[in-house]
């Protein structure tokens, strides 16, 4: 059974940080490209950042990029997002995806940036 589980949202002032995870199971982590898109309230799903199976050629969404790092640890199939400098506009549902010949998603946690 394919399972994406994130973790680390939560509530933030403005400025601050904020570490997500995803732990995968139920497929072979190590080949698919994995990232990290977000949902907020009236807007579509957008992209923030994905990282391949071999780590290379990370990309990030411009909206964010400077703000974002993106990490893998294929020993223990999870997925990491550090996002720095949070907005109120960073104020969405994060959530996992994998990508290789299927494509699987998390359920999302929450990001709410606020003071």
């Known amino acids: 059974q394919v399972q994406l589980v994130e973790s680390g949202g939560g509530l933030v002032q403005p400025g601050g940080s904020l570490r997500l995870s995803c732990a995968a199971s139920?497929?072979?982590?190590?080949?698919?490209?994995m990232s990290w898109y977000r949902q907020a309230p009236g807007k579509e799903r957008e992209l923030v950042a994905s990282i391949p199976s071999g780590g290379g050629s990370i990309n990030y969404s411009d909206s964010m990029k400077g703000r974002l790092t993106i990490s893998r640890d294929n020993a223990k199939n999870t997925v990491y997002l550090q996002m720095n400098s949070l907005k109120p506009e960073d104020t969405a549902v994060y959530l996992c995806?994998?990508?290789?010949?299927?494509?699987?998603w998390g359920k999302g946690t929450l990001v709410t940036v606020s003071s």
């Open positions: 995806n994998a990508r290789y010949w299927l494509n699987y």
């Open positions: 139920g497929f072979t982590f190590s080949i698919y490209t």
